[in-house]
């Protein structure tokens, strides 16, 4: 059987070369119906980083993990503290 990754580790390890503030980084999960959601609580300073010009480079991670949905199990969701969310 193959192992399905760590997602909130894959989105630590994405995210913290990014920022500033690694140390103030932090993933909360939160397990809707139809969705698991991670939350990504940034230092103010680091949200514009991981949004990135026009949304490129959070668009990016979502396409990553959104990739990497595990059969049988609920969709991914990645929310920014600021309310941006898809």
Do not use: C, W
């Amino acid at each position: 059987m193959i192992k399905m990754p760590d997602i909130e580790a894959l989105i630590k390890t994405i995210v913290e070369p990014l920022i500033d503030n690694p140390n103030e980084f932090s993933v909360d999960i939160v397990e809707t119906e139809d969705f698991i959601e991670y939350h990504l609580n940034l230092h103010p300073d680091d949200i514009g980083r991981v949004i990135g010009r026009k949304g490129r480079v959070v668009r990016a991670i979502r396409t990553i993990i959104y990739s990497i949905r595990q059969r049988g199990s609920k969709r991914a969701r990645i929310v920014i503290a600021d309310g941006d969310s898809e």
